[in-house]
């Protein structure tokens, strides 16, 4: 054999042998855990799945306009890329974004993403937990690494296999994006689910994800600007209207989105006024009481004729907020001997 057939066949192999080590050294393990479209660059939640109820849902987004009412407040921006994963609505609701993704066995399984978050109201979360939108007060977010056979809005701890995040009762109503982790070695081998679990009956609730990776930690976030907590909620609804035909009064129940003061008044700008002024203070969201009180010349007209028609202001002022105003019309009602 030549010479140069030698060191042609020498340099062959070692060429082979080159680009064998660079395979090993650059392919992905074949036992590494894959997130589907982690970082939502694709703009959009492919790979990802969707349980709601009521109103809104998970969107793709970049930049900070919020694509859901011009109404609703800015929205954060993706704290890496051009786009990230977050809950956008109108009206109360639950919104859940899933993924399963089958474990490896390695030794470095770990769980990491940047949660964040913006809220119109107090936070609220249950006593029991539930992400049920018709328990009220209800406003939560939740991230954890679920059995994927459980129902996927289930809170129970035999279901959970790793609680990663949950905003609780009286946490800040904003949250700057965050990189938070979960140990997943442990699961090596099995297939568990991601889930984002968000509920919102309280006001607007923007809660956010993004870099969602399993093996390879999320980068350090960039310098952010301070996150400006949304506006607080001023949306109250009225409950029952009770009589009190001994005495001519009556209690009407108002439901708060939060903290703030409730307030009616004769909605007459001249006198005679019909009712007094009544006043209620709330110091989280829930229901209060308004006493409805004649005044003396709304009096004087039950005394006489058994009932006495009236309209009144109710207004809301949330603490930090802008007040708002609803009308309420009703009839006091008096026994006559």
């Known amino acids: 054999m030549s010479e140069q057939s030698v060191a042609h066949r020498v340099g062959l192999g070692a060429l082979v042998a080159l680009v064998a080590?660079?395979?090993l050294v650059l392919a992905p393990r074949a036992?590494?855990?894959?997130v589907i479209n982690g970082d939502f660059e694709t703009g959009t939640?492919?790979?990802w799945s969707n349980f709601d109820e009521g109103d809104g849902e998970w969107i793709a987004y970049s930049g900070?306009?919020?694509p859901e009412s011009e109404e609703g407040p800015p929205l954060i921006a993706p704290p890496q890329g051009s786009f990230a994963a977050i809950t956008?609505?109108?009206e109360p609701g639950l919104h859940i974004l899933y993924q399963d993704v089958a474990l490896g066995t390695a030794s470095d399984e770990l769980l990491t993403l940047y949660a964040y978050y913006n809220s119109s109201a107090?936070?609220?979360?249950p006593e029991s937990?539930?992400?049920?939108p018709g328990i009220l007060p209800n406003q939560q977010y939740r991230i954890d690494v679920m059995d994927p056979t459980a129902p996927v809005d289930s809170v129970d701890p035999e279901d959970i296999l790793a609680p990663v995040f949950a905003t609780k009762t009286g946490d800040p109503q904003s949250m700057a994006p965050k990189v938070l982790s979960a140990d997943l070695t442990k699961f090596g081998g099995q297939t568990v689910r991601l889930r984002m679990a968000e509920v919102d009956n309280q006001g607007f609730f923007n809660a956010g994800v993004d870099a969602v990776a399993i093996g390879q930690p999320a980068a350090p976030p960039p310098p952010l600007q301070s996150v400006q907590p949304a506006s607080p909620s001023n949306v109250f609804t009225f409950g029952k209207f009770k009589l009190n035909k001994k005495n001519g009064t009556a209690t009407l129940k108002v439901n708060v989105p939060g903290a703030g003061k409730l307030t009616a008044v004769d909605a007459k700008k001249k006198a005679p006024k019909r009712i007094k002024k009544a006043t209620a203070t709330a110091a989280a969201a829930g229901a209060l009481t308004l006493t409805l009180k004649p005044t003396g010349a709304g009096m004087k007209t039950l005394e006489e004729k058994g009932k006495l028609q009236f309209r009144a202001l109710?207004?809301?002022?949330?603490?930090?907020?802008t007040a708002a105003t609803q009308p309420f019309a009703r009839k006091l009602k008096l026994n006559l001997p």
């Open 21 to 23: 080590m660079s395979f």
């Open 129 to 132: 937990g539930s992400l049920s």
């Open 64 to 66: 900070t306009a919020n």
């Open 31 to 34: 036992d590494a855990a894959t």
């Open 45 to 47: 939640l492919a790979g």
């Open 88 to 90: 956008i609505q109108g």
């Open 314 to 321: 109710v207004t809301f002022a949330p603490t930090g907020g």
């Open 122 to 125: 107090s936070l609220t979360t």
